[in-house]
């Protein structure tokens, strides 16, 4: 078994979709949530899903759904902290997440941010036009900081950078030349734009 386990983030609200889940939209007759599984699922020993209400709605997945550990949608971090916990319990000393509504990230992924993380933290980030741009969701995090990320959240934290900065988190650099392989599905015009991708 790979001391790498992943998680699927899908707590958010999706208010800019309208609501519900987005990882249940469909992207050529498939849920995004598919897309994702099929990408994540080879990278990873083991694969759970965070995800806020009623889990039951994911049971054909098999996949154990993981709840926010702290109330009122506080964002990703808090799913990230939910699978850390999970990890732990699991016996793992890693965690790789992605993002739900990013169906088109790297089959590499993993063992990029493994290599560079050097038993930490590691976030994947894109360049443009000189410009980094980190994508934080898609990270890989140690399970030995989940109770650091737990006194921060308590105390209030809520972007991840903020928190991942202060453990010295690696930067891995992924090719958007030809498209950018962190594009996430945010609006109904988002989820016709992937549709035509996977068509294309």
């Known amino acids: 078994m790979t001391e790498v386990a992943g998680v699927i983030l899908a707590g958010g609200q999706a208010t800019r979709m309208g609501g519900g889940d987005k990882g249940l939209r469909e992207i ?9 599984i099929d990408r994540f699922a080879p990278q990873v020993g083991a694969l759970a899903l965070n995800a806020n209400g009623d889990g039951a709605r994911f ?17 990703p971090l808090a799913g990230v902290l939910a699978g850390l916990d999970w990890a ?4 793992h000393a890693q965690v790789a997440t992605v993002a739900v509504d990013t169906p088109f990230f790297p ?18 980030a894109t360049e443009e036009d000189g410009k980094l741009w980190r994508h934080p969701t898609f990270g890989l995090w140690p399970v030995s900081l989940r109770d650091d990320l737990r ?31 962190f594009f996430n599905v945010n609006t109904p015009e988002d989820l016709a734009l992937a549709q035509a991708m996977v068509r294309g």
């Open 59 to 75: 049971s054909a997945y098999g996949l154990p759904v993981l709840p926010d550990s702290v109330a009122g949608y506080p964002g």
């Open 151 to 181: 006194a921060a959240l308590a105390q209030g934290l809520r972007k991840i950078v903020m928190w991942t900065d202060r453990h010295d988190a690696a930067t891995v650099i992924f090719d958007s030349r030809s498209r950018d392989p």
């Open 107 to 124: 089959t590499d992924l993993v063992a990029r941010l493994s290599a560079a993380a050097g038993g930490g933290l590691a976030l994947a």
């Open 88 to 91: 732990a319990a699991e016996g």
């Open 28 to 36: 050529a007759g498939r849920t995004m949530l598919d897309h994702v």
